[in-house]
Structures are given as structure tokens and as C-alpha cells.
């Protein structure tokens, strides 16, 4: 609640109507198995707003409350990557204001070397250890 005005503020992460209407033509749909239906899938509303929750507080798939209903933190990352890859296919996505965080990228080791100093003296130095 907002203090001293006594409504509630909707947290980020919850979707309305309005937008509901907007993003779920754009998830697959998926007919359950008559035979073997296995487990019955979690709700893809709430699962699009564990995928928002986790984009707005930066926590990892790993750690997403499983109290708050959104899904498990394997649910919504495979959510997420088809609606990247939709968006990506649609041209939609706009990167010019994307921010890479090294704790979340992997460095690849290898990378291009830097060009070696050029030697000044007639060969190596004597080691000194």
C-alpha cells in the first residue's frame, strides 16, 4: 500500500485484462494427451507473470518463489523463450536500451588474443624467481 493513501499499488508483475489480451494469442497452444496426460500444465497467465516478477526484481529462474503461484523456475524460462523467439521472428524486439550482466552471461575463454609487446631486448629475461 501506498503510505497515507491507503489503496494498493498493483505490483509490476501482474497482468491485466487488457494486456492478457494481447500476449495470449501469442503463446502455442497445446492440446493435453488423452493417454499418459501426465502432469496438468500450470496456467500460462500466471507463468507470463512469474516471467515478469523475474525480469523486474533480477532474480534467477532458479530462485522464483514457488509460494507466489507463478510456476516453477523451469516453467517459465521455456515460456519465455518462445515468446522471445515470436518476438524475435515478428522483428519486434528492440535491444538499443538492453543492458548485458556478466553474472548472467557466460564469458567464452578463447577469445581474441591481444597482440604480443614487441621484445626490446636480444631475447627473454633471466627469470628472477
Known amino acids: 500500500m501506498i503510505r497515507g493513501c491507503g489503496v494498493a499499488r498493483p505490483k509490476l508483475w501482474d497482468v491485466d485484462d487488457a494486456l492478457w ?5 501469442l503463446l ?3 492440446e493435453r494427451r488423452l493417454r499418459h496426460p501426465g502432469r496438468k ?6 507463468v507470463f507473470q512469474g516471467i515478469l516478477f523475474v ?3 533480477g532474480i534467477t ?6 509460494e507466489r503461484g507463478f510456476g516453477s523456475g523451469m516453467t517459465c524460462p521455456r515460456l519465455h523463450e518462445v515468446l522471445l523467439a515470436k518476438l524475435r521472428g515478428a522483428n519486434a524486439l528492440d535491444f538499443s536500451r538492453a543492458a548485458v550482466d556478466g553474472s548472467h552471461i557466460r564469458a567464452l575463454k578463447g577469445g581474441p588474443r591481444r597482440d604480443e ?3 626490446t631486448g636480444a631475447g627473454r629475461a633471466a627469470s628472477t624467481t
Open 28 to 30: 502455442p497452444k497445446v
Open 21 to 25: 489480451a494481447v500476449i495470449e494469442p
Open 55 to 57: 525480469l523486474h526484481t
Open 117 to 119: 609487446a614487441p621484445l
Open 61 to 66: 529462474w532458479e530462485h522464483l518463489p514457488q
Open 41 to 46: 500444465r500450470h496456467p500460462d497467465r500466471l
